[in-house]
């Protein structure tokens, strides 16, 4: 028999996630009916603000959050949603940029509880659930919606957005969206609606996303097409052109330069100011944690939730760029990821790796990771916990090295909470 809003009241916000995790059978269970139906009960609406909704294999973060501060720096109001959480579960919600606080969680997962009656939610419907009744609450001029999983399938698809972005289409959860990119792609563009305003970033879209916004009749905005990049190799400085802008003294960025170029396409869109100094400010001052985040310490420290072949294959273009006489490598990867193709292209940039097991159960062990580059002639060290391997590094490290803390967003919300 389901518990009653009653025997919760008095739940703290941990408690009431212990609780999420139980209440359905699997992890991932893809699907919009469960949560469609509680949404209606809710009666979710989203039309007094405008949805952005953010899909890709990588890069969804670093898009929300840099079209999170040029919102702001107009002085509108916006909520941004994404997930998973690095250190705390509040940071799935932030309104204006601040974590949602306990009260408004705790007070949203009573009346989803309240209102779904038999009906069997996942940890991340329920919690999506909480986030829109949240939004309602504050009502933002924007509300930023980061696809977990997919898109076609994922929670956040039962909103419908005034633009539907595309970051990247790449080989991730091959389990639940296919192994190849033309699947997968058509999975991420079931977040389009028809007659939409849709942005796609990938240099190299699949033919499955752009024939399901052709069949929609979505207007849509290609890069390659409707709004271009060029890189200046020996300055690093960059360029941006759209048929209505050009922009060609940008600098440097701490995220990745092809996610702003697809947030400046929206903010177009939207009718945002794009002008040149505006945009230097706001890639000068756009970070995200766990996203090439880099550490002070007595060496060069960075940390990375990459987590596949497309994440890795980033890395390998920053690491140059930091210099470093050594590079360690801490690692620690689910199970269910594509580990072989993820760690391989580092083979050449990497001098030692500290492998490390992740105590869940979707974690793989070191030693699984090892066989992964059994053809590496560098150092392989391997560790029971991501700490252990982390202050190994640490140990090995000399001043002009760089520790690259990179695998999932497990292995870097450990070290972070040791840093802490």
């Known amino acids: 028999m389901k518990e009653t809003v009653q025997s919760h009241s008095s739940r703290n916000l941990d408690e009431w996630l ?15 009916e469960r949560i469609s139906k509680v949404a209606e009960n809710l009666a979710i609406e989203f039309e007094f603000t405008q949805v952005i909704t953010v899909a890709g294999t990588n890069g969804k973060g670093t898009t929300c959050a840099f079209l999170e501060n040029a919102i702001l720096a107009e002085d509108r109001s916006v909520a941004v949603y994404s997930s998973p959480h690095i250190e705390k579960f509040n940071e799935r919600l932030r309104i204006n940029k601040q974590d949602v606080d306990d009260k408004a969680f705790i007070l949203a997962f009573e009346n989803i509880e309240q209102s779904r009656g038999d009906i069997s939610l996942t940890y991340y419907e329920y919690t999506t659930l909480a986030a829109l009744l949240i939004i309602m609450v504050e009502k933002p001029d924007f509300a930023i919606l980061e696809v977990g999983l997919g898109g076609r399938l994922d929670a956040t ?15 991730d959860h091959q389990a639940f969206l296919g192994d190849n990119r033309e699947s997968i792609g058509f999975e991420k563009a079931g977040i389009m609606r028809a007659g939409q305003r849709v942005v796609i970033g990938d240099k190299h879209p699949p033919q499955s996303v752009l024939a399901h916004a052709k069949q929609l009749n979505t207007q849509v905005y290609i890069r390659g097409v409707d709004f271009n990049v ?101 690692v620690a990867m689910l199970a269910d990821k594509d580990i072989f193709n993820t760690l391989n292209p580092l083979l050449a940039a990497v001098d030692c790796w500290y492998m490390a097991s992740l105590d869940m159960p979707r974690g793989a062990n070191a030693e699984q990771l090892k066989s992964h580059i059994s053809n590496s002639t560098n150092q392989i060290l391997t ?36 840093l802490n």
């Open 18 to 32: 212990s609780y999420l995790e139980s209440i359905h059978s699997t992890e991932i269970d893809m699907g919009l």
């Open 157 to 171: 698809n039962i909103i419908d957005a005034d633009i539907a972005v595309i970051t990247t289409v790449d080989l």
């Open 230 to 330: 060029d890189f200046n190799e020996l300055t690093h400085g960059w360029g941006w052109q759209s048929h209505n802008y050009t922009f060609n003294r940008l600098p440097q960025p701490f995220i990745p330069r092809d996610n702003i170029a697809t947030a400046i396409m929206v903010l177009e869109l939207l009718g945002i100011n794009v002008d040149e100094t505006k945009l230097v400010s706001l890639i000068t001052s756009t970070k995200v944690a766990g996203r090439t985040e880099l550490i002070a310490g007595h060496c060069k420290i960075m940390l990375d939730v990459g987590h596949n072949p497309l994440a890795a294959r980033y890395l390998v273009e920053q690491i140059p760029l930091l210099s470093a006489t050594k590079v360690h490598a801490v």
């Open 383 to 418: 560790f029971d916990n991501v700490i252990d391997a982390y202050k190994m590094a640490l140990s090995q490290a000399k001043e002009s090295d760089l520790i690259l803390v990179f695998g999932s967003f497990f292995t870097v919300a450990q070290v972070k909470g040791f």
